[in-house]
């Protein structure tokens, strides 16, 4: 087996300007590590910094960081629950619901916020993990044994699986996943976001009365664009530069905010919020379904009793664990390494070992309360550290024909506040349940089809799709220098490929129980990349093509006018370029920081 | 009283490209022409070039600018004439109706096209055409006599007005008329377009069910939305160049055609067309009330007897023909003036006396038929030259620092073709009446929203109005020449002067009965900006801010992918920028054209 070594942290060439860890490079070589090497490696790196964590708080960004991520992070979360509490249910009684999801993401997303070892990124309730649990508690039902105890010893097995992962060094793995393999899974997800927020919009007009379908249109839509308008604001003329930032970072909460009251501002329409856990009925606008109290959604304790489940089906648990592991190690540290891209100029350093150290430790207290675990979020993560970072629009230097202007990022606010602080307001609507009764379904849908276009900003592989139907008298002024030297049929070739690929995951995503394996294909793609890529476009293309080397130049291209014209925002750039495939020139680094 | 010489039509100093009468600029003498003596010139002028008015039109711009012409056209066309049915009835019954309207519309467009000197204005019943018609109709009936004849009579005398200011040179005066006036004119008309369009959809949610009004704001800001999106198309990267221009040129047409059909897309809507004449009710989307039969409104033949009319009241009616003749004076001539702006670069040469006596003419023949004249429409006729305008996307020569790319009109295809095959459109929906009933009036509200906005485009007032909001350290990149020299607060209190008077002249509008007077006011604006703007501000600085010298390039820019992010469009910059001030230099027209 191979094992990684860690090249000095300080050659990177990434500037420094505090006295970080800075932007770390793995090279894979052939010998055994001891174990826990790479965890004391994360804790050594992340220890200077901890204190800094906490006082680099003081800055407005966090505030405005925190709101956004409290709506990001929350409207999956309960929108995946309401999915739980409908394919859970024993006796008519269901086993999981929003109680359970809202109390798992605030309880892990505050210990990771305290714990973790990049504090920046976000953990919550995934899709994968949602239709995951159905399958265990299908295979409960189908095996005559109790769900909840079941579901502990799976969380129970998998933590165990995560700490030991953790400890042989095995995240550094995570080493061999590209920005190819990065970009394809952040594509993925932004698709099918956009296509379930589309996909809820347009149902609502089977489901519901025209009424209610056409508000829900509207106020869906309208977050979308509000949020997308507001977002953009850097790039605009008019203003100042402290209104325009304001507008810019607080934009997506606004949104979402101002349509959440629109269904309200009509006196005459009929609306009968669906709180106290109604049923909505057709004719009403569709609200998010909250329990009356913060109780377990079963009948049953907060505690679990691993006793209540038979030895067999303990021993049977390792099953559904090792899939979860598999599950994890992909969605969660795909999605730290996105939070994470070069493009960010993070400086703390990284900690990939530890992190899913404590990922497994989450894990041992999610299963023992019976809530579903939780990992990196995707692409709320990489979105939460776009939204801490200072940006700038500067002029380019002289000999770049295409745009004047780029946006850069200057600083990034790396610390532990705005994570706790989403965690602990997730937690807050625990207080006020009712409260949240009242957010219609389509502002949240709205928020989904935003988040998946924010996250095609610096996407490469998003870039070249475009440039399929871009003008070939305008292709110089798009600035894709990273195409320089690959001939345009080899680049076409690539992303036809990599676009079937995408259709293919995408296509496995929708369908039932199978695509809670969609992680599993991804890691295919990294074989893929390191082994059949080269042989079908050469090597040398393949590396040029995948080669982070310009990817913030690249990232923050997106943001500029010009995408605003083709449906793209500029602003949040997340969700896309992930490195340290060992190619990358520290020269883009020092061009964006 | 003083009268004007026409300058040597070869020495406007732009370029010829065909053997063109071109850019004429008039200087303002104290001696006496013999009457027709400026008749004769628009005729000795436009003579030369009418059977190269047929053959110029083989062009596919002519399709797409006839198209979008037909609908810019009927839409306000339409909602006047319900207007009118309203406010006229006799016994319940309506003197005139979408019929007359439509009918008038057709024949004055399609005599327009053929025989009036500048076929590129656009004629139409207006909204001050509408609030007069009703004013008359008011004062046939607080006297007791027969609404047509009265009206027939009042057109008649304002016909013979109208001819005899040809006939004395008379329309000279509009050299008087600055770009000062006229953007606050072209800004007007656009408040108010958009204003209605929006005070529409709004309305629906009072007047309407929830259901429908719904549906009508979707309809309609959908209909906004797509025609900004589809006409911004030129400055796009993506497609090539054909398919961009294509989208450009029909996309307003398209957003149009597109969203009539939202409303029928659904089957479960409550949805009963309101054809036929019915009203429609509370729970169906409102759509055009069209009559059965084309016949008159009226209880009456096609042709009035002016007989019917006592000799007081034909006397009487040469009052209310003299405000329309004042009305007509300014609206058609200022709508001339928009739609030969310098900036489209026309070579074919003006006839604004030949042109207003051919209106004189037409309004012979609307008065005999009983139906509401016509006269030059704003934006309508600038749109009409834009959309027939061939542009193209340059780079700036080096030393701009702020865009380095411009819309530039590179040709516009004069020709009478597009002018009449609108008009037979509109006069072919009369064979087909119940179609018409079936268009969604959500859609042509969201059609006048885009107006608004397109006429915008290239207006220096609303450039200076965006001055105001802009940030300082931007505003270099905005590339305003003419802003060179002049103190910022001077245009700043320049502009706020402007835009209170727009506010005036757009409270007036509101005012019922008082709001027919409105190109009065407007009228007071020339001596305003002869007299005391360059008292209050300085002779230079008004001079520099009123030229047109720069007026070209400053309208091309606003279609530029920074105009996207605060909301305009590019593509048309019409209604905009009129000259003939004798100041302008031809310099800038050598840049566009």
Redesign the interface.
Request: hydrophobic share 40%; net charge negative; aromatic share 8%.
């Given at each position: 087996m191979c094992q990684r070594v860690m090249a000095n942290p300080d050659d990177s060439g990434a500037p420094k300007e505090g006295g970080g860890g800075g932007d770390e490079r793995f090279r894979v070589s052939c010998y055994w590590r001891r174990p826990f090497a790479e965890m004391r490696n994360d804790l050594n790196r992340r220890r200077p910094h901890y204190l800094s964590d906490w006082t680099d708080a003081y800055t407005r960004k966090v505030v405005s960081s925190a709101l956004f991520m409290f709506f990001t992070s929350i409207a999956p979360g309960i929108t995946f629950s309401a999915l739980l509490g409908d394919q859970t249910r024993v006796d008519g009684r269901a086993q999981l619901g929003p109680v359970e999801v809202i109390l798992s993401t605030a309880v892990t997303g505050s210990i990771f916020a305290i714990f973790g070892g990049q504090p920046l990124v976000i953990v919550g309730v995934t899709g994968p993990v949602t239709i995951f649990t159905i399958a265990v508690f299908n295979i409960s039902d189908a095996l005559g044994i109790d769900f909840l105890p079941f579901y502990c010893w799976v969380q129970i097995w998998a933590a165990l699986m995560h700490m030991g992962l953790a400890a042989s060094n095995a995240c550094s793995l995570i080493t061999l996943v590209t920005r190819y393999s990065c970009e394809t899974f952040g594509m993925l997800i932004a698709v099918i976001y956009i296509y379930n927020g589309l996909r809820n919009l347009i149902t609502y007009?089977v489901d519901l009365?025209?009424?209610p379908a056409?508000?829900s249109?509207?106020v869906g839509l309208g977050t979308t664009w509000l949020a997308l308008l507001l977002t953009?604001a850097r790039?605009?003329?008019?203003?100042?530069?402290t209104a325009?930032t304001l507008l810019a970072d607080y934009g997506a909460t606004a949104s979402i905010f101002f349509f959440c009251f629109v269904p309200y501002m009509?006196a005459?329409?009929?609306l009968t919020p669906a709180a106290h856990g109604d049923n909505i009925t057709a004719s009403t606008i569709a609200t998010l379904d909250v329990p009356d109290a913060v109780e377990p959604s079963a009948d049953r304790g907060w505690l679990i009793n691993p006793a209540d489940c038979p030895a067999w089906a303990i021993v049977l648990a390792i099953v559904p664990a090792l899939i979860l592991t598999v599950l994890f190690f992909f969605d969660h540290n795909v999605s730290s390494l996105l939070a994470q891209a070069p493009e960010f100029g993070l400086k703390k350093g990284t900690a990939y070992h530890w992190d899913f150290f404590v990922i497994g430790v989450q894990m041992l207290v999610t299963g023992l309360l019976g809530i579903p675990p939780v990992n990196g979020l995707i692409p709320q993560a990489p979105l939460h550290t776009d939204s801490l970072c200072e940006k700038e629009w500067r002029t380019r230097p002289a000999g770049h024909?295409a745009h004047?202007k780029v946006e850069v990022i200057t600083h990034c606010h790396e610390q532990r506040v705005s994570g706790l602080a989403q965690a602990v307001l997730i937690g807050l609507t625990l207080c006020a349940l009712t409260v949240l009764g009242y957010i219609p379904i389509a502002a949240l849908d709205g928020l989904f089809i935003y988040m998946g276009i924010a996250s095609f900003g610096g996407n490469s592989f998003y870039q070249r799709l475009?440039l399929f139907?871009?003008?070939?008298?305008?292709?110089a002024?798009?600035g894709l220098d990273f195409l320089d030297g690959v001939p345009s049929g080899v680049v076409r070739r690539y992303t036809a490929l990599q676009l079937l690929i995408l259709a293919c995951i995408f296509g496995v995503t929708l369908v039932p129980y199978a695509n809670c394996l969609f992680p599993v294909l991804i890691a295919v793609l990294v074989p893929l990349r390191i082994v059949t890529l080269p042989k079908l476009f050469g090597r040398e293309n393949v590396d040029a093509l995948d080669a982070d080397g310009n990817a913030p130049d690249l990232a923050r291209h997106s943001a500029d006018?010009?995408g605003?014209?083709?449906g793209t925002v500029g602003g949040a750039a997340a969700g896309t370029i992930c490195a340290e495939d060992g190619e990358a020139g520290p020269g883009a680094a020092t061009e964006v920081v």
């Open positions: 007009f009365d025209p009424q056409l508000l249109l509207v953009s790039s605009w003329s008019i203003l100042n530069r325009r009509g005459n329409y009929d024909s004047d475009v139907i871009t003008d070939p008298a305008r292709r002024a798009r006018a010009d605003a014209a083709e």
